[in-house]
T-cell receptor
Framework: GAVVSQHPSWVICKSGTSVKIECRSL??????MFWYRQFPKQSLMLMAT?????????EQGVEKDKFLINHASLTLSTLTVTSAHPEDSSFYIC?????????????FGQGTRLTVV | GESVGLHLPTLSVQEGDNSIINCAYS??????FIWYKQESGKGPQFIID?????DKRQGQRVTVLLNKTVKHLSLQIAATQPGDSAVYFC????????????FGAGTRLAVHP
């Protein structure tokens, strides 16, 4: 099956700093990627839809200036958590769909555990 | 954001028994549904999917049932094994484009020997 790679798998940062998370589709092209956040013992909450070559679409309640998304190519989307605070500590997961195969399931990265201290 | 941020309910079963995990979806316009398995510290893993023109689909040891009338999905796992222990999520979307996938609340499956 298709592979989506996320990096890093975990990161610890100091409060006030910024952290960048990368999401790559390794063997297919993805016009659209999705970013989710998951708190412990909860479901995945969609944060934003990342569109190649254009601005991301953010879900209600998600601060676009805090969670910067860049989708510079058909295989890479990045999420930058700016001025991170302890409440941003969470599990961040990206997903992508193969643009050449409509109506397929979304493939997920392995997730990034962010801890802000 | 969307989806439900509730604490996960747990289904406990004995090894070898059949498991049934239920899910209610929210959007009557959704026409494509997927079940995912998530192990601790990992991303979701595809299990099985179903389109709205079907009410049942079978895979290896898994069956998904769809009831559009009451917007309900179920995942049946036959002969549950310890390796099936994980959190299971249903997800819904509208096909025909790159529409977002919205996750349900999830259920933790605990398999006891």
């Amino acid at each position: 099956g298709a592979v989506v790679s996320q990096h890093p798998s975990w990161v610890i940062c100091k409060s006030g700093t910024s952290v960048k998370i990368e999401c790559r589709s390794l063997d297919f092209q993805a016009t659209t990627m999705f970013w989710y956040r998951q708190f412990p013992k909860q479901s995945l909450m969609l944060m934003a839809t990342s569109n190649e070559g254009s601005k991301a679409t953010y879900e209600q309640g998600v601060e676009k200036d805090k969670f910067l998304i860049n989708h510079a190519s058909l295989t890479l989307s990045t999420l930058t958590v700016t001025s991170a605070h302890p409440e941003d500590s969470s599990f961040y997961i990206c997903s992508a769909r193969d643009q050449t195969a409509m109506n397929t399931e979304a493939f997920f990265g392995q997730g990034t555990r962010l801890t802000v201290v | 954001g969307e989806s439900v941020g509730l604490h996960l309910p747990t289904l406990s079963v004995q090894e070898g028994d059949n498991s049934i995990i239920n899910c209610a979806y929210s959007n009557s316009a959704s026409d494509y549904f997927i079940w995912y398995k998530q192990e601790s510290g990992k991303g979701p893993q595809f299990i099985i999917d179903i389109r709205s023109n079907m009410d049942k689909r079978q895979g290896q040891r898994v069956t998904v049932l769809l009831n559009k009338t009451v917007k309900h999905l179920s995942l049946q796992i036959a002969a549950t094994q310890p390796g099936d222990s994980a959190v299971y999520f249903c997800a819904e979307t509208i096909s025909g484009g790159y529409n977002k996938l919205i996750f349900g609340a999830g259920t933790r499956l605990a398999v006891h020997p």
